[in-house]
């Protein structure tokens, strides 16, 4: 609820991803604005402001600000929209609304430039754990640079309002350590050039794909993903139905890859005798036990254990949690299906039936494939109840392994996070539209790199999906390349992070109201999350200043546009290198690859020319097979020295060679 008591409502009791809030079941007294509206926020400047929210049926509002005053009426649910002519920045001002009866205000309102961040955990990645946080955080106070993060939501369907309020914070040494790292420098650098007030929203998930952001009507123009679309919707509808025919459809997955799956299924019942299998402390993953032979297995293990319950307890007994298992588990309470996931990291919370767990003793059955099966510690894993007991699960666990096996994938539930289809658009994007922005930012694809060549699809439909939802035909969108991480190359090889980046890069080439943030030159191969966030916040800043203030700066480093024959050279053509190129370290840059017809890549000499760069003898390769493509930077974790006079790293391509 909000803290202004004014703002107090009463709502209709949801749970979680199962509800979609509708602004008609609010009850109030007042008209309301939608809750991403709050004390402290910041409105865009010089365009019009789209302002909505609730109040009672066919009601005639006002919405004012700093006196300027604009109508609109209620429909029949309760639902009202409306748009602030343009403002110039400034403020701080109070925002109402009002029915002539009764009326919200929201106070310490500025004006100035909005900016919506959004992706997975680089964009989560918070101010207070960047390099420099210390000092940064500590003198961040700052009245005119603002922030809200959105509440972690999956939902089945797109919400008319946020599951919770936001709250609006001002910058400061208290508040700032909480807000995404690389949008507060982007915004900070913004907020103290432009001299207007900055608001920035965080609406972002560490470890999601790019299919959970999309919205429902656009993914499933995709046939790939039509039936998994329909059945988030049916989960939303039915939840029992839905995972009733999830679970049915995970078992015929296991009868087509496992000979041994109809028989074993006898061991789900409680009343199955285990007395003849091994038994086996769980106090981290097997391969880590006493097992021996799990020592090195890889495959499928069924795990058993008992939990005694007294019936206060059985009555109340509503989720079990173990913790996080790898990789692939399905999990039983006394023969009752209750969950299952294929996250290694993701704890697992299972939401248990009333009537499943007994008084007395308590039967519950995992199957697992992957590589170590419950790796937390004992203490994460118990029973919950209603009242707030946690009943631990014994360290004792009985095993029967099963087939052996690597790289199997089983296809998870498709409302699952952090692979699900269309719940963070649904619960964490759609109540957020059409809020005024002046230009959004995107950071993610690390856990879309094994399928980069979908990402083509998929990252043009998502910016044009928001653009629509935000009511923004024309909305600038900033793409933050992936970063480095994950082995090194010393051959020329495939990559898959490689093919996600040039696949970010081609969709921006594609878009005119789109930038790329080059990133790989400031990531770190061991750590997925690099901590050098400022210097990527700085270069969405100049990205900014191109794409939507004019400047006459680059919106990103030096992109190479064409590749030409020249004698026994080829010649790489530069864009946005107007001050030159540069390298360091070295009289050559590293990092560039000529491939043939077979895609047969080898390193090649390449020397700076001014605003290009030609590769010593790469039109007459010792293979003998012609050149058709070059490619730079072309690695997991790629190291590269190209830099561009001022000191922005050059664009990871893969070009072919004109003819």
Known sequence: MRPDIRRIITLVATTGLLTTLSFAAQAQTAPQFARIFGDHAVLQRDQAVNIWGTAAPNAALTVTINGQTTSATAGADGKWKTALPALTAGGPYTLTVSDGQGATTLNDILIGDVYLCSGQSNMEFPARLSTGAWGEIGASANPNLRFVNIEKDSAAAPRDDLKTVPVWKVAGPDTTGDASAVCYYMSKALQKEHKVPVGFIGTDWGGTTIQSWISPAALRTLPAYTAGVDAVAQYGASPEKAQAAHAKAQEAWWDAHDKSAKTQRAWISPAFNDSGWSHLKVTGGWKDGDAADLKAFDGVVWLRTRVTLTADQAAKANELTLGPVDTFDTTWVNGQWVGSSGINWVWRDYKVPAGVFKAGENVIVLRILGSGGLTGTPDMRFVKTSDGQAIPLSADWTYKTGMAAKGLTIPAAPWDVPTSLNTLYNGMAAPLAPYTVKAAAWYQGESNADAATEYRTLLPMLMADWRKSFAAPDLPMLIVQLSSYGSVSTTPGVSQWAELREAQRLTVDADPHAALIVSHDFGDRSDIHPTQKNIIGLRAAR?????????????????????????????????????????????????????????????????????????????????????????????????????????????????????
């Open 543 to 659: 990205a900014v200043d191109h794409l939507v203030f004019g400047q006459a700066v680059a919106p990103t480093g030096p992109e190479a546009i064409s590749v030409t024959r020249a004698g026994p050279d080829l010649v790489v053509n530069f864009r946005y290198a107007d001050n030159g190129l540069k390298t360091y370290s070295s009289d050559t840059a590293i990092g560039f690859e000529a491939c043939d017809a077979q895609d047969a890549c080898r390193y090649v000499t390449a020397v700076v020319d001014g605003n290009r760069v030609v590769l010593k003898g790469a039109n007459s390769p010792e293979t003998g097979q012609e050149t058709i493509k070059v490619r730079y930077a072309w690695s997991d974790a790629p190291f590269t020295n190209l830099y561009s006079g001022d000191d922005q790293p050059a664009v990871p391509f893969e070009l072919k060679v004109s003819q």
